[in-house]
């Protein structure tokens, strides 16, 4: 399929180092702000991990706390992406916001986050999102989806009384970012784009070609 005769223009308007924020976090959540009443979905974003066999992966996750100590998402602790974070903590994330033509990215390292940090998450999530955790072994091939279906209820009658208890193989990793990227669609491919880096205790902002 040709594809050469699709545009998109773009037309929002640019962006000044002086119009950003000298705190990179700080930065991120007024773009954040800005995104959820503009996104469908303003908390999604792509996770790249690369394990040991130098493949790259690539998969949308759900961003579940920011601030500066990190971006924190949950998982699976058996599933491909935690196999990889494991082999090699140093990961990519993208946040596309397409309706605001900007986009931010970020390479940092992800760790665990604490037990109890996951089980007071967990015990926010809706009972049907706390028995899936414990349904699905992530990652894993299934010879049909009436597995899924037949171990859902069996997970319903094993949980029928009481709360449901954090899964031993589920929690958060937290990403600790390097560096920032915050891109702004300009007119013309001409691009604003500003990279943060962090040097010893402060971050420098530098402007990058288009």
Request: aromatic share 12%; proline share 5%; hydrophobic share 40%.
């Amino acid at each position: 399929m040709d594809l050469t005769f699709m545009r998109q223009g773009y037309a929002k308007g640019g962006l000044t180092k002086e119009q950003l924020n000298s705190n990179p976090f700080l930065q991120f959540e007024a773009w954040f702000e800005e995104a959820n009443d503009a996104e469908p979905i303003p908390n999604a974003m792509s996770l790249a991990t690369v394990g040991k066999s130098g493949t790259p992966m690539l998969r949308t996750v759900l961003l579940k706390l920011f601030d500066e100590n990190g971006f924190v998402f949950f998982t699976n602790y058996k599933s491909r992406k935690a196999t990889q974070i494991e082999e090699n903590p140093n990961v990519a994330m993208l946040f596309n916001w397409v309706a605001m033509e900007r986009q931010v990215s970020i390479n940092g390292v992800a760790e665990k986050i604490e037990t109890s940090e996951s089980l007071k998450y967990f015990l926010s999530r809706p009972r049907g999102s706390q028995l899936g955790a414990w349904v699905s072994d992530q990652s894993s091939v299934l010879s049909s989806r009436k597995i899924l279906e037949m171990k859902l209820d069996e997970m319903k009658r094993k949980f029928a009384k009481g709360k449901i208890p954090l899964p031993d193989f589920w929690g958060g990793y937290r990403i600790k970012p390097e560096n920032f990227e915050f891109w702004q669609g300009c007119p013309n491919r001409l691009h604003d784009r500003f990279l943060y880096s962090k040097t010893a205790d402060e971050w420098s902002i530098e402007r990058l070609a288009p």
